[in-house]
């Protein structure tokens, strides 16, 4: 499969439904990279205990996230989907890199300080500080070319780089270093016009019906200055109008642009013309995760055996590991 394709390697916490912003974010990109790469995509488990040590949703959440993955087409025959808690090989590693990775560079990954000064940490764990260092071993485990991944998510390719040359470096060249691939992410705000985040409750969802897209859009945030039909507007201040941006075409957007600047049309005018490229571009997509979320089996043996293939890649990876810091006699 996919022989002499350059590898691509990406995860995801499993944090349940896949929203908009995620799909446009990563996950259609994930799914634009299987024609051309050897990809390699998996549930980070264990780094969701870095969120919540109350781990009873996470075996619904991974199902529920890999209907989406699937249902946005991720294709289980072209692509290695795994868990990376059935691939152990990922701890061992992480185990081995702690030793050479210096405790500044962690402390200084912004992502670290961010969340203990956004959630007010008071005594972080350790595993909160390795972090972005079994991130490095995820990813270099599978020595991939590219690493998928949106803006906030460089720092910790840039890390796993630096692990990599002083891996190499203390005892021989094992890991070639990855590069990010960035998304181009359209701004995609939610209903209440901030970024659309599963903990704003302001998110749509591949899962959404038509129905619970239409009542998210009807009461969207617009230009507040449009308080009556008869004000005109600035679709470049409105979050519905972002939402055009990646939805609708030219032509039409255009329409509603001039619309909305001259209060030729309202904003319910507006949000119907959206909502009807919206919804037709996400009813494949909920069809196919439906059909996935009603056989969970299915998915859990698109995992395990996602896992054996990834599991046989690590073994080999870690083979040279081993070899390589020389430590059995
Ligand atoms: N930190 C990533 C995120 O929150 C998830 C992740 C874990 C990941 N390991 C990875 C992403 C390896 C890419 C490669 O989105
Ligand atoms: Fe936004 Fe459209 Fe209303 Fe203008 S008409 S403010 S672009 S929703």
């Known amino acids: 499969m996919a022989q002499g394709r350059e590898r691509v390697l990406s995860g995801m916490r499993p944090t349940g439904k896949v929203h908009l912003g995620n799909h446009l974010g990563a996950l259609d990109n994930w799914v634009r990279m299987q024609d051309a790469y050897d990809c390699f995509y998996f549930v980070a488990n264990w780094h969701a205990l870095t969120d919540d040590y109350d781990t009873s949703e996470v075996p619904r959440d991974t199902i529920e996230m890999l209907a989406d993955w699937l249902g946005a087409g991720l294709d289980p025959e072209r692509s290695t989907l795994f868990i990376q808690s059935l691939v152990p090989e990922h701890a061992e590693l992480h185990l081995l890199f702690s030793m050479v990775t210096p405790v500044g560079w962690l402390e200084r990954v912004p992502t670290y300080k961010e969340r203990i000064e956004q959630q007010g940490i008071a005594s972080p764990s350790y595993g909160l500080l390795g972090y972005p260092l079994l991130q490095a071993a995820d990813i270099l485990m599978y020595k991939p070319t590219w ?33 990010a691939k960035l998304t181009e992410i359209p701004k995609v705000p939610g209903t209440d016009g901030r970024k659309m985040s599963k903990s704003y409750d302001n998110a749509i969802y591949l899962s959404d019906t038509p129905e619970a897209i239409v ?42 642009a001039t619309g909305c600047r001259t209060a030729g049309i309202g904003c319910l005018d507006c949000k119907e013309v959206l909502l009807g490229h919206l919804v037709p571009r996400l009813d494949g997509i909920r069809e196919r995760r439906q059909k996935f979320a009603e056989k969970p089996e299915v998915i859990i043996d698109i995992l395990r055996e996602g896992s054996k293939r990834a599991q046989a890649v690590a073994r080999r990876t870690m083979d040279e590991v081993r070899a390589a810091v020389n430590l059995t006699p």
């Open 147 to 179: 690493v998928p991944v949106g803006v906030d998510q460089v720092p910790h390719v840039e890390l796993t780089r630096e692990v990599a040359r002083r891996f190499n470096n203390a005892f021989r060249p094992v890991f070639p270093e990855p590069d």
């Open 215 to 256: 009542r998210k859009v009807r009461p969207m945030v617009t230009d507040p200055a449009r308080k009556r039909r008869s004000d005109p507007g600035n679709p470049d201040i409105c979050p519905v109008f972002d939402l055009h941006k990646i939805f609708t075409p030219p032509v039409e957007r255009e329409q509603c």
